[in-house]
């Protein structure tokens, strides 16, 4: 086993040793039991990418990985990185070479999305990215708060080579004005609002002169238009100005767009929480007079078979039918799992009614054949279910288990995979209900639960 002493440490950028030689770390920040089940020889297969203006662009490969501080590092050779900070914009060289390495992406048809802890520079002017695999992986599992340094910059409603090209508008506005054109306030969902909704100030008509630069940056940042990465990486052979600083005049526009947004997004935040009143009014509403009628109706699980109520229990979780998972369950056995039910509800008629995407069940999307999901929609529920008799009242149930990714339940649709698979194991048994005498689920035994790679699950495309 290597030798490993950790010299300094700066958020996900370790320096390391390893057996006495100096190595560059990254350090997840994930447990060893969240990459148990996970091909590991796929998170290391692909290198990390350097980019230098005499050198071109080399590959960093992964030499090593272990756990350290209850977290997995990995390694590769030795190299002197600063992060990327938003008060020191990039210079147009490096945006150049930030421009060569998505394009190096895109032949290679990966989409990555750009973070400050995922790319840095290099003290000698150059432009360095960790693995996308490995970097997609680690993000898929960890909340939006922790990415707001991703949210920045990624548009949550484009993909592929037009949010890389949305990216370096954002980046390259900020290089020409000294600012970010959209702020933290709020977090990830205000961060969403912005790029959605917010009309920004065309620079050409703010006193910015006008260049092919600012006409990219512009139509990007309007969502007219995404120039191709060719012709950002043409556009860097000029060596454009990129002052870093704003006009007056441009800045006095940008707080009278700002001001005009704040009070629309407010408006339409009090418009969807009377939306959310509304559906979670109906719920109570329907949940009482569902029990007067319970009161006066035969039991949920009247004449049902054991049997028959396991299939009615996971038909619920994937009907989002959380009076369905209470009517076939002891309260104990299936409250987290109404809780969580119920939740999905909401939040799926929330995003319904915000006109922000929908849930779907994994069955159903499999029976359509795994077509691509349009931005904001989410998988939830069971797939692949397999019921197996044991006896005694007692079933045991293999299914894949779908859910929204770690952090993020109203927005998935933002994630290359807008969902997390576990391939689960659960015993449940059968009981006789104390009131009425029907069959319900009166225990439910986890006996595995383990993550699952979605290159496992989905058909190759």
Request: charged share 25%; glycine share 8%; hydrophobic share 35%.
């Amino acid at each position: 086993m290597a030798k490993i002493e950790i010299l300094a440490k700066e958020n996900s950028l370790w320096d390391i040793r390893v057996d006495g030689i100096e190595k560059t770390a990254l350090a997840t920040g994930v447990p060893n039991r969240v990459f148990q089940g996970t091909d590991m020889s796929r998170l290391r297969s692909l290198p990390g990418y350097l980019w230098h203006s005499d050198r071109g662009i080399e590959p960093w490969p992964i030499e090593g990985m272990a756990e350290e501080e209850n977290q997995i590092i990995f390694w590769g050779g030795k190299l002197s990185l600063k992060p990327v900070d938003t008060s020191s914009p990039f210079s147009a060289e490096e945006l150049s070479g930030l421009t060569g390495l998505f394009l190096l992406f895109k032949e290679k048809n990966a989409d990555p999305a750009f973070s400050t802890d995922g790319f840095f520079r290099t003290d000698g002017g150059g432009i360095f990215c960790f693995p996308l695999n490995l970097m997609e992986f680690i993000h898929s599992r960890q909340s939006k708060e922790l990415l707001m340094s991703r949210e920045i910059y990624n548009h949550p409603g484009l993909k592929g080579e037009e949010r890389l090209s949305h990216t370096l508008a954002v980046l390259s506005f900020q290089s020409l004005t000294g600012e970010l054109p959209f702020t933290r306030t709020g977090g990830y969902e205000w961060i969403h609002e912005e790029m959605r909704n917010k009309k920004l100030p065309s620079l050409v008509q703010n006193g910015i002169p006008e260049s092919d630069l600012t006409r990219y940056i512009d139509r990007a940042l309007a969502g007219k238009s995404y120039a191709s990465l060719e012709e950002w990486a043409s556009l860097w052979e000029t060596a454009p100005s990129l002052p870093g600083a704003m006009t007056d005049a441009f800045r006095e526009q940008m707080t009278k767009y700002e001001d005009s947004f704040v009070k629309s997004f407010h408006r339409r935040k009090n418009q969807l929480k009377i939306i959310l009143v509304i559906i979670l009014a109906a719920v109570v509403i329907g949940a009482g007079i569902s029990g007067v009628r319970s009161y006066l109706a035969p039991p949920y699980t009247f004449e049902m078979t054991p049997r028959e109520v396991v299939d009615s229990y996971y038909d619920a979780i994937n009907d989002l039918d959380s009076m369905g998972i209470d009517g076939t369950t002891e309260k104990k056995a299936g409250k987290a799992i109404s809780n969580q039910v119920a939740t999905m509800f909401v939040l799926s008629k929330n995003r319904e009614a915000y006109s922000q995407g929908d849930t779907i069940s994994p069955e159903e999307w499999k029976e359509q054949g795994y077509p691509d999901l349009p931005s904001g929609y989410s998988v939830y529920g069971v797939g692949d279910l397999a019921i197996q008799d044991l006896g005694e009242n007692r079933f045991r149930a293999d299914y894949l288990a779908w859910y929204p990714p770690t952090g993020d339940p109203e927005n998935p649709g933002y994630y290359k995979d807008p969902f997390e698979i576990y391939r689960k194991t659960e015993i449940l048994t059968l009981i006789r209900d104390k009131r009425d005498r029907s069959w319900i689920i009166g225990a439910i035994e986890e006996i595995s639960n383990e993550p699952v790679p979605s290159s496992e699950v989905l058909p190759k495309k």
